[in-house]
């Protein structure tokens, strides 16, 4: 990649926070650092004895049945369908300690549980099933076509509202919109020659900006429906708020979303990247091995293999309807057949979105001649699944650290340190209301539960989006 060194005087705040981001090292070294100094902070608190008692709401003991499901060797426990009244509830007084990552017990914690660490980051698994059907509609020439479709036929200027909504309605699919979107928006602002990484922006702020509200209902409602009501339940047992309560919130989010997060992108971010200039893009002749799926289909091709890769997705759509519409459908939920919500349907999301790429891909490729074998299909899984190496190990180092974190019980008593603080505060409803905004804005801003960081920082898009 060829590099272009521009003279750019400071220019404010934003000037400053680019400065401070490209001195953050990689990624992967972050994070082993983050793994040290949890290490040697959590035995610093520990022989400092930081402790605090708070009280806390205590359920009542509930019967959980053990299940082997998909034929694993391990057990799954399947918890009660319905809460546990509020009444049966009752407060208790706990005493929460720092535990300390090289005592004897912390020595034995790090060893044993870091294969278990890996494993249960589920991140991982979003992101194999996903690049199953992504790697395949990729190598068979899909996406591109879409995206060529999606330019001609989008006035230009709307390009940026489409790749910041579709974002944001993308969090229906959990972390799917990360993985599918962000190269995808790169890849349509490249071909209309605006630089690749303003699309990864809009596409990131859609979907990272914009999670939580939606024009649709999705898991993330149900549960903050759940947790909701048994808030409620405490005061005025009662009372109950449905699944819809917050839609018509979400879609004027949305809506206010869509046109802020667009403003930000095109008047802020985009004009700093400056006009993108192709020659700094990777060429062809630096990947041999990867040829253009695109090249040679002529136009009548392209429209047969978009036919039936629509009846592709239309085929997966109709089974999902099959197993999910009937009464006592495998995609209902077992006790009340509710569909949307905290039902097989929604947890089956990343395997249906796949299949649909899988589906759609392989019909498009043998419509336009790009896969001919079930070789090719298996291949370009493998494909996408080798762009993957760098990602998982920066997943590896983020499992550790957060498995090491919740292990030391930092995180339990920082949040009742700051919760006693904030309650025996002298201020007012109102500022306590801002405060509890402001923090949940800067843990949002370090969380790393999800896969952002693995999207934004390793090439997992197959052949990658060469910037």
Not at 20 to 43: D, E, M, R, T, Y
Request: proline share 6%; charged share 15%; hydrophobic share 50%.
């Amino acid at each position: 990649m060829k590099e272009v060194k521009a003279e750019k005087k400071p220019s404010g705040i934003l000037d400053l926070i680019e400065r401070a981001g490209n001195k953050v090292p990689h990624p992967a070294i972050l994070f082993l650092a983050l793994c040290v100094a949890v290490i040697i902070l959590s035995q610093i608190l520990y022989l400092a004895d930081a402790r605090i008692t708070t009280e806390v709401v205590q359920p009542p003991p509930a019967a959980v049945q053990e299940e082997y499901v998909g034929g694993s060797v391990l057990p799954a426990y399947q918890l009660p369908a319905e809460p546990a009244p509020a009444d049966s509830y009752h407060a208790v007084h706990e005493t929460v300690r720092v535990q300390g990552l090289m005592t004897i017990e912390g020595i034995r914690y790090l060893f044993t549980s870091f294969v278990s660490n890996f494993m249960g980051f589920t991140a991982i698994g979003i992101i194999l099933v996903i690049m199953i059907g992504v790697g395949v509609a990729e190598a068979s020439g899909l996406i591109a076509s879409l995206i060529r479709k999606l330019v001609a036929k989008s006035p230009r200027w709307s390009l940026t509202y489409i790749i910041v909504f579709l974002g944001i309605i993308s969090t229906i699919a959990s972390d799917a919109g990360y993985l599918v979107l962000i190269p995808l928006g790169a890849a349509a602002f490249k071909s209309v020659g605006r630089h690749p990484l303003a699309g990864m922006a809009a596409a990131f702020a859609g979907v990272a900006g914009g999670f939580g509200v939606n024009v649709l209902i999705t898991p993330l409602d149900a549960v903050l429906t759940e947790i909701t009501n048994e808030s409620i339940h405490l005061v005025q047992p009662g009372q109950s708020i449905d699944l819809t309560a917050n839609l018509w919130f979400g879609i004027g989010s949305t809506v206010m979303l869509t046109f802020l997060l667009v403003f930000v992108s095109t008047r802020l971010a985009e004009p700093r990247l400056g006009a993108y200039d192709p020659a700094l893009a990777l060429s062809g002749e630096e990947h041999p091995d990867e040829p253009d799926a695109i090249a040679g289909i002529s136009p009548a091709a392209d429209s047969r293999g978009l036919r039936w890769a629509g009846l592709g997705l239309l085929g997966v759509i109709a089974l999902a309807l099959l197993l999910t519409l009937p009464p006592g459908a495998p995609l209902r939920e077992p006790v009340t057949g509710a569909i949307i919500g905290t039902s097989p349907f929604m947890d089956s999301l990343v395997l249906m979105i796949s299949l649909a790429f899988f589906v759609a891909g392989i019909a498009y490729g043998y419509g336009v001649g790009t896969i001919k074998a079930p070789t090719e299909v298996i291949n370009a899984v493998t494909k996408s699944w080798a762009g993957l190496a760098g990602l998982l190990l920066l997943f590896l180092l983020i499992a550790q650290f957060i498995a090491y974190f919740n292990y030391s019980k930092m995180p339990e008593v920082a949040a009742a340190w700051l919760g006693d603080t904030i309650e025996n505060s002298s201020v007012g409803g109102i500022w306590l209301l801002l405060a509890a905004i402001a923090i949940t804005a800067v843990v949002n801003i370090i969380r790393i539960d999800r896969t952002e960081f693995g999207v934004m920082t390793c090439r997992g898009w197959p052949g990658g989006i060469s910037t």
